[in-house]
């Protein structure tokens, strides 16, 4: 086994770590107590080929793997950004992955070069109020009439949507019958926007405050059938290949944004004395970095492995068991990492000024989205461990 980054991998990382020196802990502090979208920082990623790293070189892109993008949010998130780059870079990332992966010619021809290169962005609307983890209740519906769909719903906590140029849209095409499965019936479409029959709202939230996530509103939009992304009715399974990529590409996530908090971590218990000694000398303050460090190089290993896996057989069980297990332990590691990490601050940790609430705040969202840590275990404790199923 070889746990090496290759040449080019490096390179990738190194460069990130740069962009991310430049868009440091302050930067990123200011926009989020603005509220305001990093329109720089997602401007330079895209000018960089980040966001073309999946895309083939046909489409302007470098035709790399699911490896490439891991090491490349890793290090976005590690360098100084935390959280921040994490979603951004992951939103950026979806809807390529998916007109990739079910897109035709056309629509490949027609979207790839300006989402490789950060120019036009497509948010993704999928949740709904009713419709959460169990996205197979959707009631968005999309009903035919001659070569064109008319849409009507709405959806919630959709992110980036006023920042975008598309919305990769999940709607109901057939009612669910019952005694069959909920999910079939369900179509991707890829919408050009603005629309005026889609308007949306900002809903207040904790956690990051530079991406709005919106309540979306669908009234009668008309769009032909050529919007159609992948096969009429069979939308569910088309979005199951990019669960996995979003799982690990979380996870990666997750892991820099830990690695940042700790290492911030270490200089301030470095540099602070309290009665004569560094408080970093007191096993109460060493320990619990310690064993958080321990937990998230670890949950890398796992991260590597799942990216791996998922360019060797995306398709393969293994791909998503791993993808599932990386996710999770990444995700608890990061939590675990930013709580010793804010604590060893004591008071100050509360102050903005030293970032670690923020990136405390950020990890929270890594447990809910794109899945509950709990809906994690149920994958796990089903479809690895061979359990009955739970919920």
Request: aromatic share 10%; proline share 4%.
């Amino acid at each position: 086994m070889d746990f090496d980054l290759s040449l080019e991998q490096q390179m990738m990382a190194d460069t990130a770590e740069q962009i991310s020196a430049r868009f440091d802990p302050e930067y990123w502090r200011e926009k989020d107590e603005s509220g305001e979208y990093p329109a720089e920082f997602i401007a330079e990623i895209g000018a960089q080929g980040f966001f073309g790293l999946p895309v083939p070189e046909q489409y302007g892109g470098m035709g790399l793997g699911l490896t490439e993008l891991a090491v490349a949010m890793e290090s976005l998130c590690h360098g100084g950004g935390g959280g921040g780059p994490a979603i951004g870079y992951l939103f950026g990332l979806l809807g390529n992955l998916s007109i990739l992966h079910h897109g035709n010619d056309e629509q490949k021809a027609r979207y790839l070069p300006d989402m490789a290169t950060g120019e036009k962005m497509c948010a993704f609307a999928l949740s709904e109020p009713d419709a959460g983890t169990n996205s197979m209740n959707i009631k968005t519906f999309a009903r035919r009439e001659g070569d064109e769909f008319v849409i009507n719903g709405g959806k919630w906590f959709i992110t980036n949507i006023e920042n975008s140029d598309a919305l990769l849209l999940v709607a109901r095409t057939e009612k669910p019958v019952e005694g069959k499965s909920k999910a079939g019936g369900i179509t991707l479409f890829l919408v050009d926007l603005p629309q005026a029959a889609i308007t949306y709202t900002p809903i207040p939230k904790h956690g990051f405050n530079y991406y709005k996530s919106n309540q979306v509103f669908i009234e009668d939009l008309r769009v032909h059938e050529s919007c159609v992304l992948g096969q009429e009715g069979r939308g569910f399974y088309s979005l199951l290949g990019t669960l996995n990529p979003e799982r690990v590409l979380v996870a990666a996530g997750a892991v820099g944004t830990a690695r940042l908090a700790i290492s911030r971590a270490v200089e301030y218990a470095n540099e602070r004395n309290v009665f004569d000694a560094p408080i970093g000398s007191h096993q109460g303050v060493q320990h619990p970095l310690a064993g958080a460090h321990a937990k998230v190089e670890s949950a890398w290993l796992a991260v590597l492995k799942a990216a791996t896996l998922n360019d060797v057989d995306s398709a393969s069980k293994e791909a998503g068991d791993l993808a599932n297990m990386a996710k999770y332990v990444a995700v608890e590691s990061c939590i675990e990492a930013c709580y010793h990490a804010m604590q060893t601050y004591g008071g100050a940790g509360f102050a903005r000024e030293y970032h670690q609430e923020r990136w405390w705040r950020e990890a929270q969202l890594f447990r809910l989205a794109p899945l509950t840590q709990q809906m994690t275990l149920n994958y796990i404790g089903e479809h690895v461990l061979g359990m009955p199923k739970s919920y």
